[in-house]
């Protein structure tokens, strides 16, 4: 190595500190730019290169603004309040609090050496008792606006972490964080109430810059659906059995009800059944509560139920539904029953293969050779037209939804409904590790929210912090000083709620605070809310598409409509970045693969590690860590800083100032879409360039400024080196003269399917951005006509000397 990358970071570090380089002025930002990045929790191996990565990428982006011209807040904090740090902390047999103090020091040391530049005069911690303060305060407002209520009711139960989990914390039947199974339980629980807010937070999602598969992700899980409860008589019976259904279009072919086990309707039909059918439906009911709801929702599994001889009567035709008791519908659920189209639902007709139900098909698909089918031995779940169904006979099944509903509701017997998949939030924990909830039991009143000056409610320290798995929290058993209060309203004797709040609640408002952490004496300094808030750029992964960024979207809604906000959208702009691999996997203690970047920074320097992370693959895909790529990296910078060292080779000026502008204007467009790894690329060939072409010192400088957010100590170096102003990282981003910068054309050839059909004259760099030429070869006039109505299920895209291909299969 040509440089000591050591001494360079130590030296610059220091000097920036000194100088406060990245101190922001909050209360006077000529133009703002807060630049956030997700809130880091310490995990058990404390900082490694995937978390870097994410880090690195949003720090680019953040000095990349500061070089033009914004004032950038970059914020940096812990989330090591809740059940991660608590599982660790137990794991390896210390006190949570005590382990805290450990993880701190060591995450933040590390935070320290990946060159961020972070805003650390304004970092925050979850678990300090200024902070969990307000976290209280906002329960304490949910309470009050009647948006906190606690209610029995069945919740998610992980055996392993002894708690209950919120819906959205468990994974395809698993705990979130310890990937356990989970099962069910009937507790009382505190909730807030997110469904309130449904509505709004399905809305706002066409108005905000997010990626597009966490906007799907965040839609299905509101999962809104518009249907009609139809309530069905049941012969001999004085009650009613409802069926909430989206396709009342298909009732003429409906041939039996289905009710979940917990469904209030059972009892009654279990004592009015036969003796022996009632003890059957016991039985069954008895066992089906048993099973989680994955099995009983499983795809594929064998149908089970219970005929309970009732029959429900089809008002459209008098039809004799038989009513079942089954498993795979949630009697909790909607309304808990559902009314069984087997000819036009695949679930349906399994069920009604099992018991030898009619099959009556009412919809045929428009090629009507379905409809000659005598015997149904398939679902035909498509679109198509109406058959077999008197007055929607012909139409198609969109309008003889409308009008199937309009006919129900005239008959008195549908009511058109909207549900949501989306549950209220499950808030409480029995655990130790967080803020505990600020709410009492007073024996007079009932449940009273702490009063506001009282806050925080300290967590006390208790020996005993594991989770009991009784059910209640391990604070159930502290002092009873700490147990035992005054009402807040009658100050009669009341005791503490002992369940602590869940860790997604710490961090649904942390940004919201990042500003304010000076202020004491209230939640939000309202001017510098004013400022500084919304964030501008949120970066960082997808995988809490419907936790963490659900939930701080509901909680800014929220305090928008207490009057604390004027916004109520968080994250206006959210980029979602890929993953770091090692050997094909996701780094996990468990496989061993984890990279911790401390032993590279000390070998290789960190701007050779911040560099290789950016340019392992595109930022929103990441890629596969390699120590190879690592030494290459270095082996540029060594490059990069010879051409500092004056070594450099004369040549035309005219032909330097070309490629310099060329590759300024590159890079820009690149490090604006966060395409770090094509910005890099040009880079290196902006180097190879001046090796040819020649370089002189004007040249060499827009290659520091440009540098200066990926590498940022050798960058200042050699500015340093080549005479320009302290800091670098407070010039501005060259410019680039779109004359100078205009390169030659390239042709890249559009085919479908290996045919020629279309040809686009580009720039080369224009021609290198694999999006943008799928963008442009799809829209197309020619292309277009080849893939309409198609699906394309491969997309190919090669670069040539001479510009490149696309090649689209579509089927
Ligand atoms: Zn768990
Ligand atoms: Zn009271």
Partial sequence: MSFDHKKIEEKWGKKWREAGVYKVDLKNPKKKFYNLMMFPYPSAEGLHVGNMYAFTGADLYGRFKAMQGYEVFEPIGLDGFGIHSENYAIKIGKHPAEQAKVSQKRYYGQLERIGNRFSWENRLETYDPDYYKWTQWLFVQMFKKGLAYRKKSLVNWCPSCKTVLADEQVETGRCERCKSETEKKETYQWFFKITDYSQRLLDNIAKIDWPERIKTAQRNWIGRKEGINITYKIKGLKETVTCFTTRPDTNFGATFVVIGPEHKLVKSLMKKAKKETGEKIKTYVEEAIKKSEIERLAEGGKKTGVDTGFKAINDLNGYEMPVYVTDFVLGHVGTGAVVGVPGHDKRDFEFAQEFGLEVIRVVVAADGDKAKITKIEQVQEDEG?????????????????????????????????????????????????????????????????????????????????????????????????????????????????????????????????????????????????????????????????????????????????????????????????????????????????????????????????????????????????????????????????????????????REIRKLQHMTVKRVTKAMEKLRYNVGMAALMEYVNGMNEVGADEEAVKALVLMLAPMAPYISEEMWSKLGGKFSVHQQRWPEYDEELARGEKVTVVVQVNGKLRGKLEVDREEGEDKGKMLEMAKENDNVKKYIEDKKIEKEIFVVSRTGGTVNLVVK
């Fill in 385 to 653: 037209k109406m058959i077999n169904s008197e007055f929607l006979n012909g139409m198609k099944i969109d309008k003889a939804i409308g009008a199937m509903m309009d006919h129900l509701e005239k008959k008195g017997v549908g009511k058109r409904v909207v549900e949501y998949r989306l549950r209220d939030w499950c808030i409480s924990r029995q655990r130790y590790w967080g803020p505990p909830i600020p709410m009492m039991e007073c024996q007079k009143c009932g449940w009273m929210a702490e009063k506001e000056e009282n806050l925080p409610v300290k967590l006390p320290m208790v020996k005993d912090y594991k989770p009991t798995g009784d059910g209640k929290s391990p604070l159930a058993k502290a002092p009873k000083e700490w147990l035992e209060v005054k009402c807040s309203k009658c100050g009669g004797k009341a005791k503490r709620e002992t369940d602590v709040s869940d860790t997604f609640l710490d961090s649904a408002w942390y940004f919201l605070r990042y500003p304010s952490v000076k202020k004491k004496e209230a939640v939000f300094d309202k001017e510098l809310t004013k400022k500084w808030l919304p964030v501008d750029a949120y970066i960082g992964g997808a995988e809490h598409a419907v936790l963490h960024l659900m939930y701080s979207r509901f909680v800014t809604m929220a305090l928008k409509d207490w009057g604390y906000l004027s916004f109520e959208e968080p994250f206006p702009f959210l980029y979602g970045h890929g993953l770091i691999i090692k050997d094909g996997a996701k780094m996990s203690k468990s496989r061993g693969n984890i990279v911790i970047p401390d032993e590279y920074i000390d070998k290789y320097g960190v701007d050779a590690l911040r560099m290789y992370l950016m340019f392992i693959g595109p930022y929103d895909q990441g890629g596969d860590f390699r120590d190879t790529g690592m030494r290459g990296m270095s082996r540029f910078l060594a490059r990069v800083w010879q051409l500092g060292e004056k070594k450099r080779k004369k040549g035309k000026l």
